[in-house]
């Protein structure tokens, strides 16, 4: 039977009672033998710091690396001389990718997503105006008792695999026609029709008609009272 | 130099006319070949050199360099009133 010696590590400031218990059961499975040479009191063989973690050669981007958890310096409770700094280390793993996400090509090759609009030379997603000027794009025949800008038919298919109703409500969305994407962003094509005198442009702010926006008709200070009143300063809205 | 309503009134149309070149301006950058806006805009665009041309001529320079020449011998940009004296 082999005698063991118990060492009574000092608990340093910072590091936790689960750390410093399990440096003492690591002790206390050595034998004294192999500490009496050394003066340091550290145990000869300390596991590295820096050994490699086991990661994955190639993890998908967005997978956090499963590298085993290391151990803070300051929880070590050795006086030997200072180790590298824990974090000058390079991490071994294989270089992650870039945190971007994947760049969506909007005219990719896949005739999946395409909309395929009649006259239009690329088969991306819809670009037709929706404009009232202009006519609506494929709703040449529309179904009856609807009018034609954003009044899709109730239950119409989608190219893209579903129908212009609200998913869970069979109500109709009231002005995107059914080939329009969720979360794709679209920019009616300006056309120049009629243009204001250049007082009038300089007074409302616009020389286009189809851009002006007055108070109290667009934009978040919509209602009775202007926005004056709801934020304070700003002039008032009129042309002489 | 003393500011009168004439005065005024011009550089009230120059401030127009440019507000119309500069608004056709923003839509020739996405329009590049819009023919109906090239032709407003090259109309603003003499319509402007005229008024500016016609201020200088009357009221002193619009710009201290750049755009006109001093007239006369003396240095015209100094002597005309400010902005904020107008």
């Keep these: ?240 | 130099m003393a500011v009168n309503n004439q005065c005024l009134s011009l550089l009230r149309r120059i401030q127009q006319t440019e507000f119309v070149a500069l608004e056709l301006n923003l839509y020739l950058d996405t329009h590049p070949c819009d023919q109906k806006a090239l032709e407003k805009f090259n109309r603003a665009q003499q319509e402007l050199c005229e008024l500016k041309n016609q201020y200088e001529q009357q009221y002193g320079p619009l710009l201290n360099f750049g755009f006109g020449k001093n007239t006369g011998n003396t240095w015209l940009w100094a002597k005309q009133p400010w902005p904020w004296e107008m």
């Design chain 1, 1 to 240: 039977m082999q005698n063991f010696t118990f060492k009574v590590i000092p608990n340093q400031a910072g590091s936790e009672n689960k750390n410093n218990k399990q440096g003492l059961e690591k002790q206390a499975l050595e034998p004294e033998s192999t500490k009496m040479p050394n003066p340091c009191p550290c145990p000869p063989h300390q596991e590295p710091i820096y050994d490699a973690p086991k990661c994955p050669p190639q993890e998908p981007i967005y997978d956090a690396p499963k590298c085993p958890p290391q151990e803070p310096v300051d929880q070590v409770p050795c006086p030997c001389p200072p180790m590298e700094p824990i974090y000058e280390a390079p991490c071994p793993c294989p270089p992650m990718g870039p945190l971007f996400p994947p760049v969506y090509n909007p005219c990719p090759s896949q005739q999946e997503y395409m909309y395929e609009a009649p006259g239009m030379p690329c088969s991306c997603p819809p670009m037709n105006p929706m404009s009232p000027q202009m006519p609506c794009p494929g709703m040449s025949a529309p179904c009856p008792g609807m009018s034609c800008p954003g009044s899709p038919c109730p239950g119409m298919p989608s190219p893209y695999g579903g129908n212009n109703t609200v998913p869970g409500n069979n109500t109709v969305s009231p002005f995107m026609p059914p080939y329009f994407r969720l979360a794709h962003a679209y920019v009616p094509w300006q056309y120049i029709n009629s243009v204001f005198p250049s007082a009038e442009a300089l007074c409302k702010g616009t020389l286009f008609p189809e851009l002006h926006m007055p108070q109290g008709q667009y934009g978040p200070c919509e209602g009775p009272r202007p926005c004056k009143v709801y934020f304070g300063g700003g002039a008032p809205y009129g042309c002489k």
